[in-house]
């Protein structure tokens, strides 16, 4: 009996399991877009979720609330810009309201959705790219830096650009002979991995303009691949064998020579898509026509690549979208969830490790990528790298209110002449679309606002400077109660971990 105990690898996620929502609980009479295009066709995040629709006479996609469930009325409105078939949309992970949207009219289109949704047709983006000559079908948000974002073409040709000024930064036109099938950001936004119709895969610095390392036939066969960096600077691609059977590889980056894993799946001729977890470090793979979705963990300790489960239905999916972090819950132990695109329904599946205990739980909920970013735009052109920056889940993820939404339509109007500058933002044209503040920035935004009321009041109230003060000392006060309590906070989530170990028998 101890034998048997000693071979079983041990992990967390071993458990696992993946479940549909109720059918009360999917959105129906979505007419999902018939387009002949290898991408999800879906994004998520916890405020909306968006799909790509059949459209007569142009593009569109639709928005809802992530909270809304049943059938979906015809008249809905949609976002309806682009002259030809989105092929692509992503939200942005600095904002929840912002989503860019890539199309066969060779445009890319950022637009701000409203906190509760549309209301009427949108047809004006906030900000329209122009830069390729023919459709553009892979958008890709950089992970930690405010309002950059990479866009592919069919012309074979990368674009990154400064969402905020509408500028292109950088054109990499002389790396692919051939069709980008996939595009993708490391943790750090540092570099990018590219897969290719010519069966390789690079690594490129894109502000450099240079092919750090290329592998050349990563995968044999000539259907499209998909690659992905994960969070430990490895890459994992998916690809298929000259005898058509699906592949999934690992590969280390400082050794392109063999990979470190080469796992042959099946024979179906489904692209599989990889959806990558830094958190769990945990891989999901849907294949687009199949039925079902396998997941994976990934370890520093050989085979490296671990076969969890797998989750299957009767019905083929033609997209899914994977919801950031942010947005699963933390109370029913919910580690990823999907929407899966079906012919006329979007279908959530809940991936859920079981749990008896009611606490939360920190083993399976570490930091993770919140709205605030790293760097701005040009801080990243200036050559500064920098991880995501994190937040804690525990309690229940609460997002901050929005400073970016609001003035993405300040760049369509003038500014009101005097207005106080409270962030060295505001002396960007990055602010102009896009604003954020630091931490410190914003407590200094706050300490300003509550000066200038208590000036306001010179007239009406004696005392104001001393009203000034109490207002600064309930801040400070605040401040360092929220210190005392995040402190707290870690330190139970240290207990909780104990406590699951003991729970699982670790110790």
């Not at 132990?333 to 749990?355: G, N, Q, W």
Request: hydrophobic share 35%; charged share 25%; with cysteine.
């Amino acid at each position: 009996m101890s034998f048997r105990r000693g071979i079983v690898r041990q992990s967390k996620f071993r458990h696992v399991f993946a479940q549909a929502w109720k059918p009360e609980n999917c959105l129906d009479d979505v007419r999902v877009t018939r387009v002949t295009w290898e991408g999800p066709l879906c994004d998520a995040n916890p405020k909306f979720i968006a799909v790509i629709v059949e459209a007569g006479g142009g593009g569109a996609f639709l928005v809802l609330p992530l909270s809304k469930s049943g059938r979906v009325d015809q008249n809905t409105p949609l976002v309806c810009g682009h002259t030809a078939p989105v092929l692509d949309i992503q939200w942005c992970p600095h904002d929840d309201t912002i989503i860019a949207s890539a199309s066969e009219d060779t445009t890319v289109k950022v637009w701000q959705i409203p906190d509760g949704g549309l209301t009427s047709p949108m047809t004006e983006a906030a900000v329209t790219l122009e830069g390729h000559s023919k459709r553009v079908g892979i958008l890709a948000w950089h992970p930690s830096t405010l309002n950059i974002l990479l866009s592919a073409g069919c012309d074979n040709v990368l674009c990154l650009w400064d969402v905020g000024t509408g500028e292109q930064l950088y054109r990499l036109d002389d790396m692919h002979p051939d069709l980008i099938y996939s595009v993708c950001w490391n943790r750090e936004g540092s570099a990018i991995c590219t897969t290719c119709k010519d069966k390789a895969l690079r690594v490129i610095d894109p502000r450099r303009g240079t092919v750090l390392q290329v592998r050349e036939k990563v995968h044999d066969g000539t259907r499209p691949m998909r690659a992905v960096f994960l969070s430990d600077g490895k890459i994992l691609t998916t690809g298929f064998s000259r005898m058509s059977e699906r592949q999934l590889a690992l590969w280390d980056t400082d050794d392109f020579s063999e990979p470190m894993v080469m796992q042959e799946m099946d024979s179906s001729n489904g692209v599989l898509l990889p959806f990558y977890d830094p958190d769990t470090n945990m891989v999901y793979l849907c294949g687009k026509g199949d039925c079902t979705i396998r997941y994976f963990e990934v370890t520093e300790e050989p085979p490296h690549v671990h076969f969890l489960s797998l989750y299957s239905s009767k019905e083929p999916q033609r997209g899914a979208g994977f919801l950031s972090k942010r947005g699963v819950d933390v109370n029913k132990c919910e580690i990823a969830r999907f929407y899966k695109l079906h012919e006329r329904k979007v279908e959530p599946i809940s991936m859920t490790v079981p749990r008896k205990s009611d606490l939360f739980q920190g083993d399976l909920y570490p930091d993770t990528a919140g709205l605030e970013p790293a760097l701005l735009a040009e801080d990243w052109v200036a050559g500064q790298d920098a991880p995501p920056m994190l937040v804690s889940l525990s309690g229940g993820y609460e997002a901050p209110p929005s400073r970016q939404g609001a003035a993405v339509l300040a760049r369509h109007r003038p500014s009101s002449a005097g207005e106080p500058e409270e962030s060295r933002l505001a002396q960007t044209p990055v602010d102009k679309v896009f604003p954020a503040a630091s931490p410190d920035t914003e407590a200094g935004g706050v300490c300003a606002a509550a000066s200038a009321l208590a000036g306001e009041d010179t007239q009406e109230r004696e005392g104001a400077g001393g009203e000034e003060e109490q207002l600064c000392e309930i801040l400070l006060e605040l401040k360092a109660l929220r210190a005392l309590v995040l402190s707290q906070g870690q330190r139970i989530e240290q207990l909780e971990q104990q406590l699951a170990r003991f729970e699982e028998g670790e110790v």
